[in-house]
Every structure is written in C-alpha cells, then in structure tokens.
Antibody, heavy 122, light 104 residues
Framework: QIHLQQSGPGLVKPSQTLSLTCAIF??????????WDWIRQSPSRGLEWLGR???????????DYAVSVKGRMTINPDTSKNHFSLQLKSVTPDDAAMYYC??????????WGQGTLVTVSS | VMTQSPATLSVSPGETVTLSCRAS??????LVWYQQKPGQAPRVLIY???TRAIGIPARFSGSGSGTEFTLTISSLQSEDFALYHC?????????FGQGTKVEI
C-alpha cells in the first residue's frame, strides 16, 4: 500500500525558507514512469501545482517548477531515504497555504500526503 | 485555464447535481475529477473524463471532451457533500479548476 508522509514546520518567518519532506512508503522515488509533485491549496488560488521531479533516465533526474515559484523553489529527491523535499526561499504571506506532496501516474494524483498547513508570520 | 462553475451548489440529499468544468483550450479527454472533504487531501473520482476510479460508486459519472466537461452526482448522499476539483493532464503543466463546493 502506497503512503506519503509529510513532515516539516508549519510556521515560517517572512523572508525565510520553507522546508518540507515527503517520505514515500510502498513505492520508490526512483520508480520509472512515476513523478513526485508538490501542490499547494489556498482559498484564493485553489489547488496550485508547484513542482515536479522524476527519474528521467539512468541517474538523471527531471525537475520542473511553476512560473510562480521558479527561482525560489527546489525539489530534492533522496534515494537513500526514499523521500523528496521542497525548499521555498524568501517566503512571503502570499505563500501561506496547505502544502501537499503527491504521486503522479497516469495523468492523475492517486496518492497524496496528509498536507501541511504553512503560516508565514513573524 | 480550467474554470469550474458554479463556485457553490446548495442542494438536498437525494437530488441530482451537475458540476461544470471548462477548459480555455482543448484538453481532449484528459480530465480528472477529485473529491475533497474537510481536513483531507483530494481523491480521484473520475479520470479520462468518464472512467470511474476503483471503489467509486456508480452514482458519480463524468462526461465531456475538448473544452466542456461535467460531473454528475445522482441521488446525493450525505457523504457526497464536499469540494470537487477538475484537473487537466493534456497540456503541461497540469492545472486545476478553482473547485465547486457542494453543500447542504
């Protein structure tokens, strides 16, 4: 059974870096044809895709980021720990949202993490 | 851009409801519907515009192609009151609609 477990602080100060981790159980971050995404949800924006990583070929990882976070966001897959992480730099109150990690396969997100409510406040 | 309407639907149990999702350009049949309950992550209801995911009751049905899609919920049950999202996977990046809340 596939399960995603998120961890990381829910409170971040403005201008600091948000760091979240998504641990994968029942699957591997290196599985072919599977992508690992970060998505956030806020009342104003609804569900917003943020970024993706997947193993594109032998030892070569693919990364892509939404325009809204490009340059501020990094996704790191860790094969030894079987997890992937999100780092979002220079956060502002506009980055406050529920953050989810999700497994993408067959054009859809069949598995999601439990969500992390992120507040940006000093 | 995916546009869902209406933003909120107020209905009674037992009624049939139709939710709309419109794409700004064709997404063929590459459309997914999700249901999200308070405090939970979304779950897949329908993919490929009309294929029910495993375990989804037959009262949920999806239709459409191109730019116009509908999710129909027949004979609403109490557990169906939730937030519903559409998502296209035809064009990169995948995008979601803003959601339709089905409330009592």
């Amino acid at each position: 059974q596939i399960h995603l477990q998120q961890s990381g602080p829910g409170l971040v100060k403005p201008s600091q870096t948000l760091s979240l981790t998504c641990a994968i159980f029942g699957d591997s971050v290196s599985t072919n044809d599977i992508a690992w995404d970060w998505i956030r949800q806020s009342p104003s924006r609804g569900l917003e895709w943020l970024g993706r990583t997947n193993l594109a070929s032998k030892s070569k990882w693919y990364y892509d980021y939404a325009v809204s976070v490009k340059g501020r966001m990094t996704i790191n897959p860790d094969t030894s720990k079987n997890h992937f992480s999100l780092q979002l730099k220079s956060v502002t109150p506009d980055d406050a949202a529920m953050y989810y990690c999700a497994r993408a396969s067959g054009g859809r997100y069949g598995y999601w993490g439990q969500g992390t409510l992120v507040t940006v406040s000093s | 851009v995916m546009t869902q309407s209406p933003a909120t639907l107020s209905v009674s149990p037992g009624e049939t409801v139709t939710l709309s999702c419109r794409a700004s350009q064709s997404v063929s049949s590459n459309l997914v519907w999700y249901q999200q309950k308070p405090g939970q992550a979304p779950r897949v209801l329908i993919y490929g515009a009309s294929t029910r995911a495993i375990g989804i009751p037959a009262r949920f049905s999806g239709s459409g192609s191109g730019t116009e899609f509908t999710l129909t919920i027949s004979s609403l049950q109490s557990e169906d009151f939730a937030l519903y999202h559409c998502q296209q996977n035809n064009n990169w990046p995948w995008t979601f609609g803003q959601g339709t809340k089905v409330e009592i």
